[in-house]
């Protein structure tokens, strides 16, 4: 990755992936193929405890479903990961997800002391741990994360591409707004 070349002093711990970060990043494409399925955004998350490998929680994408804009697959993977263990701070644990956090999440992952965070593709649009902003390693923040990116970063991107690219090629219905009636129905 050319961010490592590009570590200079202030930037982001990169690191090598282990073979558990690549497991459960396998496990986190199948999350996301699965969120593809039902027509979200494919993202998928996966939280294990980063001394002994064994999943703490998971999460795909769920946007559209629950109507929620918080419903981002890391974010919810964090809430479960930390409501199974009873406590908000994860330190000792790894977040995998198949693409990079968005502002939102790095935030959160910030928040709950995430020890290490590894993603797959880069969002160039979107993406606040490297590409637009360096959340998960500002120094000027309480808590830096260990950060490994673009593990099975093609497959990701491609999973996602494939995504955009057959939802432009529907028609999409407009959708009914909730709670107000159609001028014609008034
Ligand atoms: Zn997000």
């Not at 494409?29 to 399925?37: G, S, V």
């Not at 590409?131 to 990116?149: G, K, M, P, Q, W």
Request: aromatic share 4%.
């Amino acid at each position: 990755m050319p961010r490592d070349a590009a570590n200079l002093s202030g930037s982001p711990p990169v690191a090598n992936p282990t073979d558990a970060d690549r497991r459960h990043m396998r496990r986190a494409l199948r999350l996301a193929r699965a969120a593809a399925a039902i027509g979200e955004t494919p993202v998928g998350a996966v939280v294990y405890d980063t001394a002994t490998g064994a999943v703490l929680s998971e999460a795909a994408n769920r946007r559209e479903h629950d109507a929620d804009p918080c419903a981002h697959a890391e974010l919810m993977a964090i809430r479960a990961a930390a409501a199974l263990t009873g406590d908000w701070r994860l330190n000792h644990c790894t977040l995998v997800v198949t693409l990079e956090p968005c502002p939102m999440c790095a935030g959160a992952i910030v928040n709950a002391r995430v020890g290490r965070l590894v993603y797959g593709a880069a969002d160039p649009k979107a993406g606040a741990v490297a590409s637009l902003y360096e959340i998960c390693t500002d120094s000027r923040l309480n808590h830096r994360v260990i950060v490994v990116a673009g593990v099975m970063a093609k497959s990701s991107a491609t999973l996602l591409q494939e995504f955009f690219r057959a939802r432009r090629g529907k028609v999409k219905p407009p959708k009914p707004r909730r709670g107000l009636a159609a001028p014609d129905q008034a």
